[in-house]
């Protein structure tokens, strides 16, 4: 902490009660608690508020002042895809969509714009980026990941951390960004969400804490504990991670806040706490600083401390990193900071959702039938192709916290049907069925339609009953009659387009092979549609990769690309009835040109690598040219293969570049049985192309002295 804060830190806190530091740590959520009751908190001095907007938090804000110390709130909100609680606000795709991108700087702008909309109503802080991997898809907080290799989860956390802080933290439309949840909570086990993660220290350090490293070194200026445990500690006990791990190893010096009501988990959920004293006395001294929808933390709090059974010194430490991140925000001076409220929704945030989306958009089949031509007629079929609720996904002002069929969708947005709509007069409409049965399905009707179509467009995937919190799927078939009705429409013998709009990979092993196209859209935010329709006609050249595998069954999970080895008879193993490999692979992506690499050069002491790309199509593209390595040998299991760099290259027809990377040493670590992160000395294979496949690399042996 810098001198000057720390000086006036220590000022402040020599002049707080016991209670007004307890109250510093209780954020309370307005929406639960109402007007009245949220007055009296912020006249007690707590420490923020989440779902207070406008108004209110402007009322709020003055009780806060008018309070004997007069410290300011901080107001925070889940704004995870855009400033999307709010109806009229720029809604953008999901994490995993945007992770689709592999583009940093169009994930930076999209936490700037972020940003500028949660700043312009005049709140502090979004409940993101979260961090979790998402190595079993059958969790149901996929869609809010960056997928599920590590080292793309970092460098995607870290640009749009940048985006959500800007320059300066005192900057009107800068907000506090929150890593979460911290962490391995994906990785429960049986995706079960909230469920033990049952991994070691060592897994934590070589696998799941890399990309909050990278968040602590972007300045994040917020952590989130994790519900769940590891190990049977519960994450929000758990002084290892929060103390010896975030703060001593990885040094972040911002404050932690619990999830929703973690503190009361302890005792009602996971029962390593009898009474309220037992989890607040827990969840204080492992490291949390603020205490989410908890309000019973300050009484037990200060009861503790009075008692003797724990030291103000507790407190003292945690209200200090708290009160540290609000001076850093430049919130003492400018309790009312706001940004421009103009900017909500403004055309030019709008760009930036739309070039998201288009980014996104991942094509992973095609036999020549793309892109389609706008004098053909074109039956585009399924719910997802005109449902904007399952487009959006979860965390929308429809969707968050909970689904509200009441409330009106308002626009601008573009479903999928009215994207085709725009692009070609030749397109007709049926919604056949959706994921879930409906007393709308009719199948019938869906193929009268298709049969007088030269092409048909089979929109399928999940919705917002299926996604989200406690909202995992043993099942990842499509759902409802979509399949029955996809294998109809591929017996019409037309040329079949299949669209997965979802959020996650669904097991589409057989829509897949009944298909002449496949494109992955995930959930696209509010012009996911037209992206979808301005792909597959051609408008631009799809340049999506995807940060996830796709399995070909339920059964098959995990099927990451970062394996460890040893499945009994080697690289060939697999389940004796499914293939070896996922049914798409993480990294993989086509497009309307081809790519060809060559010429792959390591200098083995500088760790400067080089490839040269091609462009042999006939259309200027975007290749994504990804650097993967493997440790030979090494003392302890290491993956196959593992993502170290990346870099796109954008390619006229003809064009050829080389693509050079500056490895250093630390790019090949490991995290041994000492639990400490070293290079081996030995042989390392070095991987260079198109995706994380064996057969779209180039590889070179290298050693390491």
């Not at 540290?324 to 945030?349: S, T, W, Y």
């Not at 979808?532 to 595998?549: D, H, K, Q």
Request: charged share 25%.
């Amino acid at each position: 902490m810098e001198k000057e804060i720390k000086a006036r830190v220590d000022s402040l806190l020599g002049q707080m009660t016991l209670e007004e530091k307890a109250a510093q740590m209780i954020q309370v959520s307005f929406r639960h608690l109402g007007r009245e009751k949220s007055l009296e908190w912020a006249k007690r001095g707590a420490g923020s508020f989440l779902f207070a907007m406008g108004e209110d938090a402007k009322e709020l804000q003055q009780a806060a002042l008018s309070s004997r110390m007069g410290i300011p709130l901080l107001f925070g909100i889940d704004a995870v895809r855009g400033h999307s609680v709010n109806d009229h606000a720029t809604v953008f795709p999901t994490q995993l969509a945007a992770a689709s991108t592999w583009d940093k700087e169009a994930v930076r702008e999209m936490g700037r714009v972020t940003a500028k909309e949660v700043a312009s109503e005049g709140l502090h802080w979004t409940f993101s980026p979260l961090l979790c991997l998402a190595r079993d898809p059958r969790w149901g907080r996929v869609d809010e990941t960056f997928g599920e290799d590590p080292y793309l989860t970092g460098e995607m956390a870290a640009a749009i951390i940048h985006g959500y802080q800007g320059d300066d933290l005192r900057n009107s439309d800068s907000i506090l960004a929150c890593a979460k949840h911290y962490f391995a909570y994906g990785e429960a086990v049986g995706a079960r969400d909230a469920c033990d993660s049952e991994i070691t220290r060592r897994k934590a350090k070589e696998v799941f804490l890399p990309p909050f490293q990278k968040a602590v070194n972007a300045g994040c200026a917020t952590f989130m504990t994790a519900y769940g445990s590891m190990d049977g500690t519960p994450f929000t006990a758990n002084s290892w991670a929060l103390k010896e791990m975030l703060r001593q190893e990885m040094g972040f010096e911002g404050f932690v806040v619990t999830d929703w009501g973690n503190m009361t988990s302890l005792m009602t959920q996971q029962f390593v706490a009898e009474t309220p004293e037992d989890a607040a006395k827990l969840a204080a001294e492992a490291g949390n600083d603020m205490m989410m929808s908890s309000e019973e933390f300050f009484d037990t709090a200060v009861s503790l401390v009075r008692s003797g059974k724990m030291a103000e010194s507790v407190l003292d430490e945690a209200v200090g990193h708290i009160l540290a991140v609000k001076i850093r925000m430049g919130l003492f001076e400018n309790p009312f900071r706001q940004g421009d409220p103009k900017c909500l929704g403004c055309p030019a945030h709008r760009d930036a959702a739309l070039n998201v989306a288009r980014e996104s958009i991942t094509l992973v089949r095609n036999d020549g039938v793309l892109p389609l031509n706008p004098t053909q007629k074109v039956a585009v079929i399924g719910a997802n192709g005109d449902d904007i609720r399952a487009q959006y996904g979860d965390w929308t002002y429809f969707s968050h916290p909970l689904p509200d069929p009441e409330k009106e969708p308002v626009r601008p947005y573009v479903t999928v049907k009215e994207g085709f709509e725009a692009l070609s007069k030749n397109v007709v409409y049926c919604r056949g069925c959706g994921p879930m049965p409906c007393a709308k399905d009719d199948l019938d009707a869906a193929l009268d339609i298709a049969r007088d179509a030269d092409v048909i467009v089979h929109v399928v995937g999940d919705m917002i009953d299926q996604v989200g919190e406690a909202k995992d799927r043993a099942n990842l078939d499509l759902s409802g009659r979509q399949s029955e009705l996809h294998e109809k429409l591929a017996a019409l013998g037309k040329p079949l387009v299949t669209v997965l709009l979802a959020s996650k990979p669904s097991t589409i092993t057989r829509e897949a092979a009944r298909s002449n196209a496949v494109v992955i859209a995930f959930n696209g935010g509010m012009f996911g549609g037209q992206a979808v329709a301005e792909a597959v006609y051609g408008v631009f050249n799809p340049s999506g990769r995807l940060p996830i595998s796709f399995p070909h069954h339920a059964g098959q999970v995990p099927v990451y690309y970062n394996a460890l080895p040893g499945w009994h008879f080697g690289p060939n193993a697999r389940y004796c009835d499914l293939p070896a490999g996922p049914l798409y692979a993480f990294g993989e992506g086509l497009s309307y040109t081809d790519f060809a690499y060559e010429d792959l050069t390591l200098d083995a002491d500088t760790l400067q690598a080089r490839v040269t790309v091609t462009n042999t199509g006939d259309r200027a593209g975007r290749e994504t040219v990804q650097v993967y390595f493997r440790d030979c040998v090494s003392s302890v299991l290491t993956p196959v293969k593992q993502l170290i760099a990346f870099r796109q290259v954008d390619l006229q027809p003809g064009e050829k570049k080389t693509v050079s990377f500056q490895l250093n040493r630390m790019d090949f670590s490991l995290v041994n049985a000492k639990e400490q992160r070293v290079v081996e000395p030995g042989k390392f294979l070095l991987m260079i192309g198109h995706s994380s496949k064996d057969a779209d690399l180039l590889k070179t042996e290298f050693t390491l002295s």
